[in-house]
């Protein structure tokens, strides 16, 4: 069984500060977010790029800084393209393991590289003092968690049962969760075509998140 929730259940977001946002179900009728985590990748993103103009998609990659840092020629045809960026840290940090100042300071040596105000944390660990030290007034940070997550990472589950996961639970307002990454490649080259073609096929704009 997975240790990972597809759909978050409504309940989660007790647990979370209120200012963050989980989808966008309240201010869309026709509109879906899909999301893109860990990269960029010289390889692995450029495809997702491919797949993107097919439909005309345009989605938001949450970004390591470090790979920005090794990979900057990506970062900036991922922006070129019209797509938007955000903060993932600069060492993929588990904010659960991870002490505020530290994980705060490492949020800030990304935003060297990359300017932007959005922010996820990695794995959606994040404590309520790393969330209040980001997220104080004045400071612009939004931060941005998901409804729904496709499991590209996880080698037990097929690709199309990737593609289902999604699919299966998507709706106008959902902010799904990919994965431009060697370990996501192989679910995701199968799984993201799907669920670009269904979105397509229901009539849905697929948008940079607002």
């Given at each position: ?6 759909k ?7 647990f ?8 966008h179900?309240?201010h869309?009728?026709?509109t ?5 985590d860990d ?5 692995i993103t ?17 970004c ?34 991870t002490?505020?100042?530290h994980y ?39 931060v941005y968690?998901?409804?729904i997550?496709?499991?590209d ?6 690709p ?11 709706v106008?307002g959902?902010i799904?969760v ?8 192989e ?7 799907a669920?670009?073609q269904?979105c ?11």
């Amino acid at each position: 069984m997975a240790s990972y929730w597809v759909k978050n259940p409504g309940w989660l977001k007790c647990f979370f500060p209120a200012g963050m946002v989980w989808d966008h179900s309240q201010h869309t009728a026709d509109t879906v977010y899909i999301t893109f985590d860990d990269g960029p990748h010289p390889q692995i993103t450029p495809f997702v790029l491919d797949e993107l103009k097919k439909y005309d998609a345009h989605a938001t990659f949450f970004c390591v800084g470090n790979n920005v840092a090794r990979y900057p020629d990506t970062y900036k045809t991922v922006l070129a393209a019209g797509h938007r960026t955000g903060n993932h840290t600069y060492n993929h940090l588990n904010g659960w393991k991870t002490t505020a100042d530290h994980y705060i300071r490492n949020i800030h040596q990304a935003a060297k590289h990359i300017d932007s105000p959005l922010f996820r944390p990695p794995y959606g660990r994040i404590k309520l003092s790393q969330y209040h030290k980001l997220a104080k007034r004045g400071t612009g940070w939004k931060v941005y968690m998901w409804d729904i997550l496709s499991g590209d990472f996880d080698n037990t589950i097929t690709p199309q049962q990737c593609a289902d996961n999604v699919i299966a639970h998507i709706v106008p307002g959902s902010i799904v969760v990919f994965h431009d990454s060697e370990k996501a490649w192989e679910r995701l080259r199968h799984a993201l075509p799907a669920v670009l073609q269904y979105c397509h096929s229901k009539g849905w704009r697929m948008a940079a998140l607002p």
